[in-house]
């Protein structure tokens, strides 16, 4: 029986480098399959980017992306380096939050071979039964970020998973959602789900994403699922990015 988290499984190590080759970050992120080889890295731009660097306030500046910014995206886990520019042009792509409310969503097209595991297949993976709704939205309800807090891994490559509570009802803000629990500084760009036990099975489901973390308050800021669908719907509209 495959005793391994589906979630960690699909949120490998991720880091960046600059153009002349130096290390820019190490971060989190996680895998949406969307056919055949065709997945999208989804992580939080500020990680391809700087932090607190959130698209609204840097429109008008993508030209400068690839000198200023990350330009090549390294994933061990995966065998994957893959450039972020075709020489000025990003590659990935981003939530372009036309209200201004930080969607600090970005995901990156790649081809992977052998199948890996991705935050949307749902189904029993061995003590795991990976669900797209059902579990309570509620204050309260009990979930999981999954993370690279510091750099820190489990066994070199596999994230972290850090327990929270939601801080509020989940369908309160259509913009962000809070959770009590810090996820960390490395955990940005991370999966966050709902976890619950029911006798011997375990359940989870795929809530959104990590994007930032209140310290003094132990509260952290995560986009919805929905708004990152919105970026992942974008993307498959635009096949030849896998070109």
Excluded at 126 to 142: F, H, K, N, R
Aim: charge should be negative; charged fraction near 20%; hydrophobic fraction near 40%.
């Amino acid at each position: 029986m495959d005793l391994i988290d589906p979630f960690a499984q699909a949120s490998p190590r991720l880091a960046t480098r600059h153009k002349n080759g130096e290390p820019h970050q190490v971060f989190s992120g996680f895998l949406f399959h969307v056919e055949s080889d065709r997945y999208i890295i989804l992580t939080a731009l500020h990680c391809l980017l700087a932090p607190n660097t959130f698209y609204f306030k840097n429109r008008g500046t993508e030209a400068t992306w690839a000198d200023t910014y990350a330009h090549d995206l390294d994933c061990a886990a995966l065998g994957i380096s893959v450039p972020l520019y075709d020489g000025q042009t990003p590659r990935f792509r981003w939530h372009h939050d036309p209200d201004d409310a930080s969607l600090d969503v970005a995901g990156v097209p790649v081809r992977l071979r052998g199948e890996p595991q991705a935050i949307n297949w749902t189904g029993r993976f061995g003590d795991y039964d990976i669900l797209s709704q059902g579990l309570p939205l509620t204050t309260g309800s009990a979930g999981m970020i999954y993370g690279f807090p510091g750099g820190a891994a489990i066994l070199r490559e596999a994230p972290i998973a850090r327990g929270f509570t939601l801080a509020s009802d989940y369908r309160l803000n259509p913009y962000a959602f809070h959770i009590d629990g810090i996820g960390g500084a490395g955990c940005s760009g991370g999966p966050v789900a709902l976890r619950a036990e029911r006798g011997d099975r375990t359940f989870m489901q795929w809530i959104g994403i990590y994007v930032a973390t209140y310290e003094a308050e132990r509260l952290g800021r995560c986009i919805p699922r929905e708004r990152v669908m919105e970026l992942v719907d974008a993307m498959i509209d635009e096949p030849e990015l896998w070109a």
